[in-house]
């Protein structure tokens, strides 16, 4: 199902041609390093540069003897290039030449992923401006609180969408570096100035220690990172499959012409995109602990990190991908129902309102369990028995021995609510 609508961007960094095109990339900077210091002959490295070329299916072709990636990578590319190949690979390790072409291939995958949590960065904070003063009910434990605006909600999402960019960025930046060090780490066959050079050329920095690959924290780090922005993800997409109930029908994903939401009730619309973006969240946070468990190797390198991310990072970037193009969606076309917010705003009959009702009789000089049983008992009297609340407060007479119903009246305003949404808005920058 992912792969049908895989982007055509994404797929296209992790494709073969991609991972083959980067790694002959690594030994052909390699080679320019070594032919500017002399190490190789200046006509060697142009012919290198002019013929180095690969063919997949020849790769395949020779790895099937050779059990070697790399092996048959370099083979392929040295049948291409004639003489000239014995220099390409001078002491250099498989890993060089895969760590560092994964390098640049997160770094591309991160680039495509920024570009659109701004498009929804951008969604949700142009929402935040419309409903800034949309009132509806706020919710802690599933129970009517007191009024929020639905603008203050998307801006709510708006500072997390923030906050994962900065993520992905530092992320991004941690992941972008190369390594050209030789076996295990230490040069011995190789001078630091070629890493320096390849490096640079691929927009990296050098990997300041290394051993035989490039340190899995740092792999770790951008998939815990996808992992986080697929959270934030399943949290927006569960508040949507929320206010969609049936029950509060608040907003709710658009119903396109002929689509069906169940074989058996034709009046069924369900959230089925924000529900599957919900689920595959699960996904990278898996993919994120078996990165973790990448972290540990033997000495200073074993295979068992190889087929792991082999999987898990190609996966995790277009699944993210994926979900973000989704929710994106989900977010252009979502219906807000205003009035339904204006419906379950007055359900509970006013209750809302009970701790304003318990400040102002507490700032006349009540003490604070007093208060709180005064109101607390007319709040339960209006829910059990459906009463409007402030009716019932009217008949209390330990209530109206303290308070006026001119100042009762005017307890019951939901302006209130709204008074320092402005503050907010300003202080988080969405003006």
């Not at 006509?43 to 002019?50: C, F, S």
């Not at 973000?324 to 007055?346: K, P, S």
Request: aromatic content about 8%; hydrophobic content about 45%.
């Amino acid at each position: 199902m992912i792969h049908r609508y895989t982007l055509p961007e994404m797929e296209k960094i992790w494709a073969a041609e991609n991972r083959f095109q980067r790694m002959l990339d690594v030994e052909i900077y390699a080679c320019e390093a070594m032919a500017d210091m002399g190490q190789i002959p200046k006509e060697a490295y142009q012919e290198i540069k002019t013929k180095a070329r690969f063919d997949i299916k020849r790769i395949e072709e020779i790895e099937e003897v050779t059990k070697h990636d790399v092996i048959a990578f370099l083979t392929a590319v040295g049948e291409n290039v004639g003489d000239a190949s014995k220099y390409i690979h001078m002491g250099m390790t498989s890993s060089d030449v895969l760590d560092t072409a994964l390098s640049v291939q997160m770094k591309q995958a991160a680039d495509l992923l920024l570009g659109k949590l701004h498009t929804l960065r951008d969604i949700l904070s142009k929402m935040a401006l419309e409903y800034k003063y949309t009132l509806m009910v706020g919710r802690t434990h599933g129970i009517h609180a007191e009024p929020i605006t639905f603008g203050l909600k998307m801006a709510l999402w708006t500072m997390e969408i923030d906050r994962d960019i900065e993520r992905l960025i530092a992320a991004k930046e941690m992941i972008s570096v190369g390594m050209i060090s030789g076996a295990v780490g230490t040069y011995a066959s190789l001078y630091p100035a070629v890493e320096e050079h390849v490096c640079r050329r691929l927009d990296l920095k050098p990997a300041l220690v290394s051993t035989q690959v490039i340190q899995r924290d740092r792999h770790a780090q951008f998939m815990s990172t996808l992992a986080i922005i697929g959270a934030s993800l399943e949290k927006f997409a569960t508040e949507i499959r929320n206010l969609q109930r049936t029950d509060i029908r608040e907003a709710e994903e658009a119903f396109s012409k002929g689509q069906k939401g169940s074989s058996a009730m034709p009046h069924k619309k369900n959230p089925i995109t924000s529900e599957r973006v919900a689920g595959l969240a699960r996904v990278l946070r898996g993919n994120a602990l078996a990165a973790m468990e990448n972290v540990s190797l033997w000495h200073e390198r074993d295979i068992t990190h190889s087929s792991v991310e082999r999987v898990i990072v190609p996966d995790s970037c277009i699944l993210l991908d994926y979900m973000l193009h989704l929710f994106i969606g989900v977010m252009e076309n979502l219906n807000v129902n205003e009035d339904q917010m204006q419906v379950n705003l007055g359900r509970t009959l006013g209750l809302v309102f009970s701790q304003r009702v318990l400040l102002a009789i507490i700032d006349k000089g009540v003490l604070r369990e007093t208060a709180y049983e005064w109101v607390q008992r007319n709040a339960m009297n209006a829910w059990n028995n459906q009463i409007d609340y402030e009716y019932l407060l009217l008949q209390d007479k330990d209530v109206m021995g303290v308070l006026t119903k001119e100042e009762l009246d005017d307890l019951f305003n939901y302006e209130y609510y709204t008074n320092k949404i402005d503050y907010i808005f300003k202080r988080a920058g969405l003006q």
